[in-house]
């Protein structure tokens, strides 16, 4: 039995004096007679009841998905209110790029935080309730080596750093959480004097003017942690 042909197409659906919906379609009927379908849109305030067919002669579903990035992005469906996308598509599903989340500026109440910090306790802080298992670790690790910030990256984490002074409990905080970790037990002095012990004979890495200067202002009026530590 012969498989039925797929046809691929790019479409715009409308209300007829509201708004307009851009997306691209798959389906095993002429495009002209796929007349019940209006989009895949999540707003059910959106009612079209008509639809143009942009273009109908692709010939693979990523060609359709190509042109349909290119016309929401051009037309910033996202943000411009004609329209009812609320998300851009991708060319591996829809991007939430330009969209306010619903519950933007709405607090939390206390009985709702304090649930959720208690399912949470005893787990390390930058991922509460789940464990990596060393396979997850390895490829996160991977994917990680040679990864490189743009400068534009390095620039805005400079912006965002620089000025910042830590107030009197957060310094506190920051305190507390390092108590017991100094690198000055027995284990931190044996794993320093080994690193010593491998870097002999190896040439020392020089740096620019430029780098000394930086380092030398980001450590002013700052007490080495090692200072009268006899290794």
Not at 198 to 216: C, L, N, V
């Amino acid at each position: 039995m012969e498989t039925p042909r797929e046809y691929h197409y790019t479409y715009y659906s409308y209300e007829e004096y509201g708004r307009g919906y851009i997306g691209s379609r798959t389906c095993k009927c002429l495009p002209e007679k796929d007349i019940k379908y209006f989009g895949s849109f999540s707003d059910k305030s959106f009612k079209p009841k008509q639809k143009i067919i942009l273009k109908d002669d692709y010939i693979t579903r990523k060609e359709a998905y190509i042109d349909e990035i290119i016309l929401q992005e051009q037309y910033k469906v996202v943000e411009n209110p004609h329209f009812s996308n609320r998300a851009y598509q991708t060319s591996t599903g829809f991007s939430r790029k330009g969209t306010i989340p619903w519950n933007k500026g709405i607090p939390r109440d206390p009985e709702t935080l304090k649930k959720m910090s208690d399912s949470r306790r005893g787990k390390p802080a930058h991922n509460k309730g789940k464990k990596m298992s060393a396979e997850q670790k390895q490829k996160l690790s991977e994917v990680s080596k040679g990864r490189k910030h743009s400068e534009e990256t390095k620039e805005k984490l400079s912006k965002k750093i620089k000025g910042r002074v830590l107030s009197e409990e957060h310094k506190r905080k920051i305190g507390e959480s390092n108590k017991g970790k100094s690198r000055q037990t027995p284990e931190g002095i044996e794993r320093l004097k080994k690193m010593q012990q491998e870097r002999k004979g190896k040439p020392r890495k020089k740096h620019t003017e430029e780098t000394k200067r930086k380092i030398s202002e980001a450590t002013k009026g700052r007490i080495p942690w090692n200072k009268n530590n006899q290794l």
